[in-house]
């Protein structure tokens, strides 16, 4: 993997990591990124403090990518949550680049909708680059009357798993891209 960037200079600006998460952001055992600064504002969001760019930590992508290697081993993959990633997905390029190296799966939550980034994929390569490194795409924003937390039944809520709405898709990207519309992912 070789960038033209000096990966001590480079910072993302994150809420935190969370190690070893298990299942709630993607399936199996992952590292979680959650990234800080979100313009949607959505009511009801359960991390409001990863709104503002400004809050959080920078952490140098030389970190990052040591600490990925570091801990890669017993992962099934890394999520992107935040705050809204897309908003720094050419920081997180060089890290999702270094995941699929080390062979793990790449999910990632954006309060866009698939529709959106590929409407900006026309005007933007590095933009098609991420995507086209993201395994799952949980995508759309947080609708408080549509949370599934308001389900009446565990299957309903089953059904909804590893969202916060009901509007949110969780989407398999690579197929999405090859076929030019969207494909849910298909859980095993």
């Given amino acids: 993997m070789s960038f033209n960037l000096d990966l001590k200079k480079v910072f993302v600006q994150l809420a935190g990591i969370s190690y070893n998460s298990a299942e709630i952001n993607g399936p199996g055992l992952r590292q979680v990124y959650f990234a800080q600064g979100c313009p949607h504002h959505c009511k009801g969001c359960f991390n409001p403090e990863t709104w ?6 920078k952490y ?24 809204d990633p897309i908003l720094q ?3 997180f390029l060089p890290l999702i680049l270094k995941a699929k190296e080390l062979k793990l799966d790449v999910w990632c939550w954006t309060g866009y909708t698939f529709e959106e980034l590929t409407t900006f994929m026309q005007t933007d390569y590095e933009l098609v680059t991420f995507l086209n490194n993201i395994d799952v795409l949980v995508d759309g ?6 949370a599934v937390k308001n389900l009446k039944t565990l299957e309903e809520q089953e059904k909804y798993k590893l ?23 298909k859980f095993n």
Avoid: A, C, P
């Fill in 141 to 146: 924003k947080f609708v408080i009357n549509k």
């Fill in 60 to 83: 140098s992508l030389e970190f990052l990518i040591k600490d990925l290697e570091k801990n890669y081993s017993m992962l099934e993959g890394i999520t992107l949550s935040g705050g």
């Fill in 163 to 185: 969202r916060g709405s009901t509007n949110q898709r969780i989407i398999d990207v690579k197929q999405s891209l090859k076929q030019n519309k969207v494909i849910l992912y």
């Fill in 52 to 57: 503002s760019e400004f809050g959080g930590k």
């Fill in 89 to 91: 997905y050419k920081l």
